[in-house]
């Protein structure tokens, strides 16, 4: 291993990571003269690629002048390649990040490392999971608007149910405005709302109005009688006495 050769293909500018990264691994098993001779196998294995992408930017580093690949014959009669390392050519030589540079990134993804790439699958194409976030045998009921809107002037229950209805058969909607008159008149009448409501329903009311005979008959039934002008069974210094009122006698 050469420092000098490693510290400078450190700092060279190839315009590709994965190139950079084959042009370190060199320097990495270079001498101090710039010669290798790694396998391809050995290169994909420690940089944790595939052998066609170390084959690929290999020969893109060759092809933009940062080294030179020879056939190299061994004692056996084999042959392998003898990469020399133009160290001094790197700090002049312009990175390269055209589409020309970046060849080798199609071998990648025809044949990728099985170390470098497999959280790809997972965050394109995560795994649902496998327990519903919604129980499907819990009934929900949701109530409309116009349970909504009933619910805010304090009328619930079976008497909003009844009202709704009882809109729906007059061809009404139940509106904030119409609350609102009905509330005003609620008021002038000295009921309630839900009162209101009660007899519009029990006397097929489309609306209601305060001025109206609204009071049940049996509650116009408890009401005191007119008293007479004057008591029959008064005594006193007007015991006998006899006045005459609009034309009618009274007897004191």
């Known amino acids: 291993m050469s420092i000098k050769l490693m510290d ?6 190839v315009g590709n990571p994965l190139t950079k990264l084959l042009l370190i691994k060199l320097a990495d098993n270079a001498n101090d ?16 690629i595939s052998r066609q992408t170390a084959i690929g930017h290999t020969k893109k580093l060759a092809e933009m002048g940062y080294i030179s690949i020879k056939e190299r014959k061994t004692s056996k009669g084999h042959s392998s390649n003898l990469y020399i390392l133009h160290s001094e050519k790197w700090e002049e030589l312009p990175p390269l990040t055209s589409q020309g540079a970046l060849p080798p990134l199609v071998n990648e993804v ?15 194409d995560p795994e649902p999971s ?36 009882h ?33 519009m329903i029990e006397r097929n009311w489309q609306g209601f109005n305060a001025t109206w005979d609204w009071r049940d008959e049996k509650l116009r039934g408890m009401a005191p009688p007119n008293k007479p002008k004057f008591d029959d069974t008064q005594t006193g210094w007007s015991a006998g006495m006899s006045i005459t009122v609009d034309g009618q006698q009274w007897n004191l």
């Open 110 to 124: 025809d044949h990728p490392s099985q170390g470098a790439l497999p959280p790809l699958v997972n965050e394109v």
């Open 130 to 165: 496998i327990e519903p976030s919604i129980n499907p045998n819990k009934k929900t009921t949701q109530k409309s608007e116009a349970e909504i809107l009933l619910e805010q002037f304090g009328i619930t229950g079976q008497l909003a149910k009844d009202f709704i209805a």
């Open 8 to 13: 400078k293909a450190f700092n060279a500018k």
């Open 33 to 48: 003269e710039g010669v290798c001779y790694p396998s391809y196998k050995k290169v994909a294995q420690q940089c944790e």
């Open 167 to 199: 809109r729906k058969a007059k061809k009404g909607m139940i509106s904030e405005t119409q609350m609102n008159r009905l509330q005003k008149q609620a008021d002038r009448a000295g009921i309630s709302i839900g009162e209101v409501i009660e007899i």
